[in-house]
């Protein structure tokens, strides 16, 4: 195989990689809306878990957008592995940084409204 086809097939790869995180962070922040289950997070503090809950009346016609890497500075520190915006009628967008645990489950490192 050359090296650019061996240069290719990684790159598909590693999309597909993070199509399946997206996938999976955007699965376990609808669930997190519309029913308030926590057990793909290592932890939802309180603060959060309110402003979720208060979309929740709304939450089929919210949108979640998930997107590699941390957020940009001020927001972002790199710390990140993944941030999703959430956006649902009648509430201000919030945007939430997560990342990764080596067990499947995400850590909430920050979130912040727009």
Known sequence: MSKIMKSISILLLLASLDS???ESI?????ILLETGETSSFVH???NIRSKLSAR????SLCTI????GDAQPPIGD???T???????PGYRDLGVRLKADQEGK???????SM
């Open 56 to 59: 929740r009346r709304v939450f």
């Open 78 to 80: 790199g710390t990140a």
């Open 26 to 30: 955007s699965g376990a922040l609808s």
């Open 106 to 112: 995400h850590h909430i490192v920050g979130y912040w």
């Open 65 to 68: 957008r998930v997107v590699l």
């Open 20 to 22: 399946l995180a997206a």
């Open 44 to 46: 939802v503090g309180n």
């Open 82 to 88: 993944n941030h999703a915006y959430i956006s649902c």
